[in-house]
């Protein structure tokens, strides 16, 4: 019996990949064999024993929004597609916890955790297309990581199929458990290499009461990150602060609700949250802060609707520089926030060195930069490639990392020996074949080969 044969016997329709498939928000591309659409556990249940049984790869899809290849069939096989699995089971407000399948829209949970009162804090980029199992996946962050944390420090519990078909449930509704080894955590960020998540328990907390902004204009990137330090080291925790460089304030300035003066400006996006009297006053000292470090505007945004024009100004960006450029590699590191300045001070220096353009922005207050690289042309890969390398050798010789939240995936698994030891490397393709000896689930990814 052939392998389409006996997926139509078990139940597992498989869908014309080459209408429906599209690859993510990388620029790889890589064609499955089949593409299949669930709707139940069992389903996936059966595929992994097919799998096993005739070894072939399946790689798991969300919603396709990921930057780093790890949604594609690298090898092949069957992409799995949980976007039909998008239920949202319950809402508690007794216990402030939700109940989802992993195809769910991060902003679909948002939106029925606000309508009763409650808040979701992990805000990525794409909210509208991201789904709850693939931020899990890949522990996916946004601008509220700063106050609030990444998606892993909302999650409590996990329903997961493992490589071998079997199914486990980890963690609990608690908001504390420490029986045995924290399997939840192991899961969260693995980028589907060790199970498929097909049920969640998510922590929620009470919705903000209030919310206020300012942008804060200055004349250079290094100031701005010095009034990022100088407003953390002062005390101050804001649910946000996004930073935009001078090239990408030129891609998207007819978005923008005010004018940013200065063609080598940056500007910094501050937001805050609480209660309205307490973050009225924070607000005002947060501004004092920024003058005093030397910005040239303050742009308050007066209401909600002016703060969405901004946060849709900056969600525009990452999509205006890969529109407008031959080759983009983008790139997400973190480094400690003292070493922030000293980073994107030396920006220019890898520009000149390997013929690059590197657009700066995102999450200032964490330290994750998102470094997007581009060229004119891609005729002089080898140099390129060398630029990124050596910018990223000099994020890991700042104490850094070579990504804060998109992940290793395909795009990056070849600079993992630049991070990690060999000895962490090989103890974790260890723990990878306890999971999964054949090799059937999302095979070729997170570890160089």
């Not at 429906?20 to 709707?39: A, G, H, N, Q, W």
């Not at 923008?256 to 003066?261: A, Q, R, Y």
């Not at 964490?366 to 050798?393: F, P, Y």
Request: aromatic share 6%; charged share 20%; glycine share 10%.
């Amino acid at each position: 019996m052939t392998r389409l044969a006996k997926l139509q016997e078990l139940g597992l329709t498989p869908s014309n990949s080459l209408q429906f498939l599209t690859p993510d928000s990388s620029e790889l591309r890589y064609t499955p064999e089949m593409v299949i659409r669930v709707k139940e556990t069992r389903q996936i249940r059966r595929l992994m024993r097919l799998a096993n049984e005739y070894r072939f790869p399946v790689t798991p899809r969300g919603g396709g929004s990921g930057l780093a290849g790890g949604c594609l069939p690298v090898r092949g096989g069957v992409v799995l597609s949980l976007e039909n699995m998008n239920r949202i089971h319950s809402v508690h407000t007794e216990d402030l916890v939700a109940e989802v399948q992993p195809g769910t829209l991060t902003k679909a949970l948002r939106d029925a955790a606000r309508n009763k009162g409650l808040f979701f804090p992990p805000d990525p980029a794409g909210m509208d297309q991201s789904t709850i199992g693939g931020n899990v996946a890949t522990n996916a962050g946004g601008p509220s990581c700063l106050k609030y944390g990444t998606t892993k420090d909302y999650v409590l519990g996990l329903e997961v199929v493992l490589p071998s078909g079997r199914l486990i449930k980890t963690g609990t509704r608690t908001r504390k458990g420490v029986v045995g080894y924290d399997l939840t955590q192991l899961f969260a960020g693995s980028e589907g290499t060790l199970g498929i998540i097909t049920g969640l328990i998510l922590k929620l907390i009470p919705f903000p009461e209030a919310v206020a902004a300012t942008s804060a204009v200055f004349n250079d990137l290094p100031l701005a990150m010095r009034a990022v330090t100088k407003i953390l080291t002062s005390g101050h925790l804001p649910s946000a602060i996004e930073f935009l460089d001078a090239k990408c304030l030129s891609l998207v300035n007819d978005l923008l609700p005010f004018k940013v003066p200065g063609e080598k400006s940056t500007l910094l996006i501050i937001e805050i949250d609480g209660a309205p009297n307490q973050i009225k006053h924070e607000i005002d000292v947060i501004g004092k802060i920024c003058e005093n470090v030397g910005a040239t505007h303050l742009l308050p945004a007066p209401d909600n609707e002016e703060r969405e024009r901004i946060w849709e100004m900056r969600r525009q960006v990452s999509l205006r520089i890969h529109d407008n450029s031959a080759l983009y590699i983008p790139e997400d590191v973190a480094v400690p926030l003292g070493k922030i300045p000293a980073l994107v001070a030396e920006l220019p220096k890898f520009e000149a060195e390997y013929g690059l353009e590197i657009y700066a922005f995102g999450h200032a207050g964490d330290g994750n930069i998102h470094l997007n690289i581009t060229a004119q042309s891609r005729d002089n890969m080898t140099r390129v490639e060398k630029g990124v390398r050596n910018i990223l050798s000099r994020v890991i010789q700042m104490g850094g990392t070579i990504s804060g939240e998109h992940g290793i995936g395909e795009a990056k698994k070849r600079y993992l020996p630049m991070e990690l030891s060999a000895e962490s490397i090989r103890l974790q393709t260890e723990i990878k074949n306890v999971f999964d000896p054949n090799m059937v689930l999302n095979p070729g990814k997170i570890f160089p080969e």
